[in-house]
């Protein structure tokens, strides 16, 4: 069977009729298509097209194959089907005296500008964009790694008012070059039941769509065909919403902020956001719903509600760098990620292991680039890395904190970005969120110890001198260690926090960093707001010899905070509230 293969095969070698008389060397213009992915990490390549019997082949072939043999495979499936269609009809099987040979089409390869693919070429560097495929009469266009949809999801809560943004996953296509068609519901005349599926589309064609009011009560769908930069665009898929759009809340607490936040800041300035935003895994408990937040809504603490609320309060803010804390891996990787990608921001995200939630750090795309990140976890980093041995031994005098200190999950995210306008200026961007008991100051105290120490060797040793941004949730008042530990380089082995636990969880010793930081946005009177608890817990602090404060975004007024007793609540995603400022370099 090989022989007669490679026979079929060779007879068409130096063909003149490789393409039609009168083409100009030039496949004709309505061709079959032939899909081709190819991606270098991968040992095969897959190749996908539609026999002229109407049956689909999808091949996997090893990308070092020399071609003759991926054609000769083709020859037997495409002989095979013309096989089974031949039986079905009495007069092909009464004409067919030599019905295997006749089967076997001739299968050649010709490149884009119509010579003879050598069979000896491997699979890799003949399967290339452009090149025409003959499978007898048969002509198929090679498309090579195609612009494709490999996820296409639209949020399960739609509010009037709210931006909606779909989550777009793509290979061989950037969602940036995908096109958007939304549609809404044909809204039944007379109020009654639609007698059939109807769809209008709307005037939008972007990748986020916010409904109007008009849109409540009907469900949307969206049309995306996936593209890359190169104007090739692939088969377009569409999406219908799980239920429709909802009435909004009215007016947020965020609204009257995003009234100075409605530009980016320019080149010069940098727009920080630091935000715990109340992990689901949390807000979503018994505790939650009866002990912790009692007065919220119900439907208000769910996940969908709050990311409607997140997302647009997010977006509005217009920032450069966003570093939030109480991230849960799907709120990230399904919802905020892809939102804010749609705005113009790259997000990079650090588990918690044991909590399922993190921290997350994005950055303006067209402002900055990612030089490096260097993560870690407080525990791990505090025994294995040789830079935190003298603290380790010190800890090590006090086994009951250091076993407390050793059992956290708390994280460190560190970024490195550089200007993309400005290439010489970096920053060393630094995310936490540091150990919540009200009684572990101690633990907190060890913990933005190993923190400093780690920003030191980032922004010191390995970027020399390139100014800090620390955000975070601290979980410190401005009276406590850790926030004096920061602001002034140091802390006695005498100050009260080393005895935050009682006498018997004494830890003593003396801490200093080399930084001059800021609280960007002073101290305000609170940051989290809860029925049986408000303070300043959270921080912007800032390197105040490279970098100045230029405005600082008021936050919401007590009023507002209040208005439905506490937070989180109706109007307001999360118990803590968004610092923003604006900074600008030296």
Known sequence: MWRRLRSALRSLRGSPAALPAGSGGRPPAAMERAVVRCVPSEPKLSLRFVLPDGSARHMQRDQAEPLGRALARIATNAAKGHGKA????????????????????AVRLFSRDGAAVAEEVPNAAAWLDGAVLHIGDARYRVERNPPALTELRLPRSLLAGFPVCPKVSAEFAAPQHCLFRWFREQRPAGGG??????????????????????????????????????????????VESSGPVEAGPGACTFDARHLYTK?????????????????????????????????????ALEIDYRQNLLKKELAGYSADLICLQEVDKSVFVDSLAPALD??????LFKIKEKQHEGLATFYRRDKFSLLSQHDITFSEALLSEPLHKELCEQLAKYPVVQEKVLQRSSVLQVSVLQSSTDPPRKLCVANTHLYWHP??????????????????????????????????????????????????????????????????????????????LLSACGEPAYTNYVGGF?????????????????????????????????????????????LICDLKWK
């Open 86 to 105: 031949s039986k079905k009809s009495k007069k092909a099987r009464a004409e067919g005296g030599a019905e295997g040979e006749a089967a076997v089409p």
């Open 193 to 238: 039941d639609a007698a059939g599926e109807a769809w209008v589309e709307t005037a939008a064609a972007e990748r986020v769509f916010t409904p109007s009011n008009a849109l409540v009560g009907l469900r949307l769908k969206l049309r995306c065909t996936p593209g890359d930069g190169e104007q090739r665009y692939g088969p377009a898929r569409e």
């Open 263 to 299: 530009k980016v800041c320019g080149h010069g300035s940098v727009r920080a956001v630091s935000y715990n935003i109340l992990a689901d895994t949390y807000a979503q408990t018994e505790f939650s719903r009866t002990v912790l937040y009692p007065y919220c809504a119900p439907y």
């Open 342 to 347: 749609a705005f113009g921001l790259e997000g």
């Open 439 to 516: 009684k572990g100051g101690n633990i907190r105290l060890i913990q933005i110890a190993v923190a400093m120490s780690h920003i030191k060797h980032v922004a010191c040793d390995l970027y020399p001198n390139i100014p800090v941004i620390f955000c975070g949730d601290f979980n410190s008042t401005p009276s406590s260690g850790t926030y004096s530990f920061i602001s002034s380089g140091g802390i006695a082995e005498d100050h009260e926090d080393w005895v935050s636990n009682g006498e018997e969880e004494r830890c003593s010793m003396s801490l200093s960093h080399p930084f001059k």
């Open 534 to 578: 408000h303070g300043c817990l959270d921080y912007i602090f800032i390197d105040k010899n490279a970098l100045e404060v230029e405005q600082v975004i008021p936050l919401p007024s007590h009023e507002e905070i209040t208005t439905h007793q506490a937070l989180p609540s109706v109007s307001h995603p999360s118990d803590h509230i968004a």
